[in-house]
């Protein structure tokens, strides 16, 4: 495991050590003790090893051992918010710190000689090189703290501390996070304790203290062998991908599995053939009971409403499922999406009015009924016509339905996405903000939910007894089980864990919106009480009526379904649409007028597209990667262009096609879902002493290495393949290309890196050719050249002639007048130092400047003449970082940012109590109303009957301001930000409605 060694700059960590002394690792309790502490370097080095070392450089300095001059025991945590709640519960003897996550990471760039990967020498024992970034000049300059400086701050309050308290995550990355410190720091053993605790409350942190422990080298281990095993597959494909397909992609041990379950599911889709089915259903009431039907032939025969449009694989009909069926996608027991909707709401089929029921034939002469036809349903609803319909059998019983256990990381994500439509990183995000601990305002920081990466469904008993009291007063006897309900958990559930759950279920999610929480972080509280609570409540009992009726050789069967008890649904329901089904009173044999038969038409459907929720259900369930790491896989394949996301479903785009098949082909193991599940289980192994950490990596290099020195050679190249014809600019080669932005395969130019550049791009298939640049006569405001006319992604668009030395730029507005979008001025940027600052002008008419290096993204407001304006003092601190906040203002209005834009991108409104403190230097609201009406065009007469793919709300007609472009947007915006491109069938619509107009 990593042992120190020396090194020669004091910003990175590494230059090769002497050799290790390697030995045999023996599986005896001697020599693989499960928890060790931290040593200096000096006992290291003498005692021999008994186990594989992975060496580290650190600073060449002694141990630093504590003097106690401070008089207060140093805790070290994550991130300032964590350190702000603990130190409440703390008192004055205590001095709470923050490292801000990691502080040093593995080496990237250039290998060091004997490296085979970058930062890892595998044949030297798997030692790994750590970076401490120490930061740039110009960062210094503007008073960031780089993890050098945070190190610097930690290691003198280390000094004064009686003793050092390392608080991270109680997970394996925060085991690591707190050994990277001990090691960075040199911090002695005998003073150094690692505590944990999977919630911030005042009795868990206590409880920490009183069992403070060493760092559990095993977990580190664990940790370490991930990083080294995603390094050791990452960097070399990527590579070899970039050579191969096109720069910007990146391959890795999980996201490329993850990516091949979408492309798998999209080839199923595309290969998949639709075929008709009819289903036949009686309305049916008890003889005499004088219920009057008028039947109608016309409406008693119900096709399809786009008859085969299944059959279309590019407007797949899955996109568009209510809430019931993605529930049931990802439904975790039998409740979950259990309740069948009535065949009514499923085909056309009236609702049947008062004292009749629905019944679906289900055998025909004694076997399953397949009518594969229109007629074969013609045939036999002929021969029902004259039936006798009884009914033949009747099972009553009540039927319990139970709760789904609390909350995991999973099944938050997951239900998050169903029920709230957040993004795993969003959910992630916002669990994270609720755990570290939240303003709520007289009540000071609080930490409302235990920790939120877990795969334990585990209660603690404290919670527990707390939890069945709220219910005993809140909701009564009959609400409360006799014995506490116990879920079990997945079989590589650290059950040291707990679920994820409110901190306090005093504090309800009513008390807490009181308090001020509000927001993001309201509904998902709101969810993960409501869960927990439930979890512990007595289940729902409906009473379920099973009929069969039998007419002639037809069989029909019939569920009515009557909700008793609401048990655990007084808090919680099930996603998705839960109706009754009520059936009127029947008994065996008894007799039955048919008022109706309906023929209906059906097609089989695809397999359903992943969303967001069901792609986190399939990754826990082939074991592909941790649910912690969920949310970064899902923004990574996506970012890669890998896969796109349209109307919360995932699609897979070319490039991630291309690059699954070449993975598969030429590293299959890499690709297999068994492989991936197997060695997560070898690190839960590593981390209980089963397996040894080089064992495991080195049985994996071996047969890589190989595979990757194959494919280097027999990987065929599909990037840059000369298309035999020529570019109509300029003459040279057309490529076959492919776009690492888009996910798409194109031809273009060959000549887009030589000189003079041609960026000349093939049109694709339905597209226009792109508009050639022309000069117009329009002159540039700030050199006086003539402003030239491009097309771009988001339209029409002017550059200065003098570009790239001008930088000019302007725009068409709403009412397709030019504007000066970015004018160049003569201030220089105090970032980067390397370019002028540009004068713009933001969505609510708010001049800023702005660094026009995408690198750089400095950024300050200005006044009217362009002169940069320093912001005010607000006197409030970032959370995360500890930098100033400033003031900025969007078109909706002032709010808090983060100065130190864009390394953090903290942002935060200004609430009741902040507009009180800062209402002298807080701008004037801007006016939204006007200028929202005056931006926004008359739009064409046009119905619109789309719903929101976010919230499922109406939808309005809107107007892009870049190049006019409609869109469909939430009628709920700024609340719901959802869009949608509109159909064909609409823009025909709004072509026709602006004709007229057109004309006149």
Request: aromatic letters at 6%; proline letters at 8%; a positive charge.
């Amino acid at each position: 495991m990593p042992s120190p060694r020396k090194k020669t700059t004091p910003a990175a960590t590494g230059t090769d050590p002497k050799p290790v002394k390697k030995t045999a690792r023996k599986a005896t309790p001697a020599a693989a003790p499960k928890a060790t502490g931290v040593e200096p370097a000096a006992a290291r080095r003498k005692r021999a090893p008994a186990k594989p070392k992975v060496t580290v450089g650190i600073v060449d300095r002694p141990p630093l051992i504590p003097d106690g001059s401070g008089n207060y025991d140093l805790v070290i945590v994550e991130s300032p918010a964590k350190a702000k709640t603990i130190n409440k519960y703390l008192g004055q003897r205590f001095k709470v710190l923050a490292s801000y996550g990691h502080v040093r990471d593995l080496a990237t760039g250039r290998r060091q000689p004997g490296e085979e990967v970058s930062g890892i020498k595998i044949s030297d024992g798997w030692k790994l090189r750590y970076l401490v970034d120490a930061g740039a000049k110009a960062q210094k300059r503007k008073g960031r703290r780089t993890q050098q400086d945070i190190l610097d701050e930690l290691r003198a309050a280390a000094a004064k501390a009686t003793r050092v308290l390392l608080a991270s995550d109680p997970d394996r990355e925060g085991e690591s996070i707190a050994w990277h410190i001990a090691d960075e720091l040199k911090l002695d053993p005998a003073q150094t304790y690692r505590i944990r605790f999977n919630e911030i409350t005042k009795n868990a942190v206590q409880h920490a203290l009183a069992q403070a422990d060493k760092i559990d080298m095993e977990r580190v281990r664990a940790q370490e062998a991930r990083r080294a095993m995603d390094r050791v597959v990452g960097f070399p494909l990527s590579g070899l991908l970039g050579d191969k397909v096109t720069r910007g992609l990146s391959a890795g041990r999980v996201q490329s599995v993850a990516v091949k379950l979408i492309v798998d599911r999209e080839r199923e889709i595309e290969a998949f053939r639709t075929e008709e089915y009819w289903k036949i259903t009686a309305l049916l009431a008890p003889q005499g009971s004088g219920v009057k039907w008028t039947a109608d032939l016309k409406k008693s025969k119900i096709f399809a409403k786009k008859k085969g449009e299944a059959a279309d694989k590019s407007a797949p009909a899955d996109d568009d499922k209510p809430d019931a069926a993605e529930a049931a996608e990802v439904a975790e027991t039998p409740a979950e999406g259990d309740a069948p909707a009535a065949p009514a709401e499923k085909a056309g089929i009236p609702n049947p009015p008062a004292g009749t029921f629905l019944a679906e034939l289900a055998k025909w002469d004694g076997a399953d009924a397949a009518l594969k036809s229109e007629a074969d349903a013609d045939r036999v609803t002929a021969a029902l016509l004259g039936s006798a319909y009884v009914v033949s059998k009747i099972d009553q019983k009540d039927r319990p339905e139970r709760p789904s256990g609390p909350f995991t990381t999973s099944t938050l994500q997951q239900q998050a996405n169903i029920r709230l439509r957040f993004s795993a990183s969003r959910t992630m995000q916002t669990a994270q903000k609720l755990y570290e601990g939240v303003d709520l305002g007289s009540e000071g920081n609080v930490a409302l939910i235990t920790y939120m990466r877990t795969d334990s469904m585990r209660i603690s008993p404290d919670a527990l007894n707390n939890v069945r009291a709220h219910i005993q007063s809140a909701f009564g006897k009959p609400y409360l089980p006799e014995k506490p309900n116990v879920y079990a958990a997945g079989k590589s559930a650290q059950e040291a864990h707990e679920c994820v759950r409110p901190t306090d279920v005093a504090m309800t999610p009513e008390r807490a919106a009181r308090a001020g929480l509000g927001g993001d972080q309201l509904r998902l509280y709101t969810l993960i009480y409501q869960r927990f609570v439930a979890s512990q409540m007595t289940p729902a009992i409906f009473a379920v009526t099973n009929v069969e009726v039998t007419a002639g050789p037809g069989l029909f069967k019939a569920t009515g379904r009557i909700l008793k008890f609401d048990g655990y649904r007084k808090v919680m329901s099930p996603a998705g649409k839960q109706e009754d089904t009520e059936l009127p009173a029947l008994r065996d044999r008894m007799p039955l007028d048919r008022l109706d038969l309906f023929e209906t038409q059906h097609f089989t459907q695809p397999p359903s597209r992943f969303n967001e929720a069901s792609l986190v259900k399939m990754l826990e369930k082939e074991g592909i990667g941790r649910p912690s790491t969920y949310a970064s896989i899902i923004e990574t394949i996506q970012a890669r262009g890998y896969v796109r996301q349209e109307a919360r479903r995932f699609f897979a785009t070319d490039v991630g096609k291309v690059v699954t098949d070449l993975l598969v082909a030429h590293f299959p193991r890499i690709m297999d879902l068994k492989f991936t599940s197997h060695f997560e289980e070898e690190l839960d192994d590593i981390e209980t002493g089963k397996c040894q950490y080089r064992q495991v990596l080195d049985e994996f290099w071996g047969p890589f290495s190989e595979a990757l020195k194959k494919a280097e050679t027999d990987m065929p190249a599909l990037r840059g393949i000369e298309t035999g014809e020529k570019c109509p600019q300029c003459g040279r080669p057309l490529l076959q290309l492919f776009s690492a932005k888009t996910g798409k395969p194109f031809i273009g130019c060959s000549g887009y890196r030589e000189d003079p550049k041609c960026t000349y791009i093939q049109p694709g298939e339905g597209e226009t050719p792109r508009a050639q640049p022309t000069v117009t006569d329009i002159p540039c405001p700030a050199c006086g050249k003539w402003m030239v006319k491009k097309e771009g992604r988001f339209g029409t668009f002017f550059t200065c002639e003098g570009a790239p030395g001008c930088p000019t730029t302007m725009n068409l507005n709403a009412e397709g007048k030019v504007v000066v979008t970015a004018l160049p001025t003569t201030h220089q940027c105090p970032k980067c130092e390397k370019h002028n600052l540009l004068l713009k002008e933001s969505k609510a008419g708010k001049k800023y400047l702005g660094c026009p290096d995408p690198k750089c993204k400095y950024m300050v407001d200005s006044d009217a003449q362009g002169n940069p304006v320093k912001p005010a003092e607000t006197g409030v601190a970032c959370e995360k970082c500890g930098s100033p906040m400033v003031i900025r203002t969007s078109w909706r209005g002032p709010f808090l940012s983060c100065s130190g834009y864009p390394r953090c991108r903290n942002a935060k409104s200004i609430n009741a109590e902040l507009r009180e403190k800062l209402k002298d230097i807080l701008p004037p609201m801007p006016e939204k109303a006007e200028k929202a009406k005056a931006a926004q065009p008359d739009m064409p007469a046009v119905e619109i009957t789309d719903k929101c793919p976010e919230c499922d709300s109406p939808m309005r007609l809107q107007k892009s301001r870049f190049g006019g472009r409609y869109f469909l947007g939430c009628t709920k915006y700024p609340k719901c930000k959802g869009t949608k491109k509109p159909t064909p069938a609409l823009l025909e619509q709004i072509a026709a409605a602006e004709a007229p107009a057109a004309g006149g």
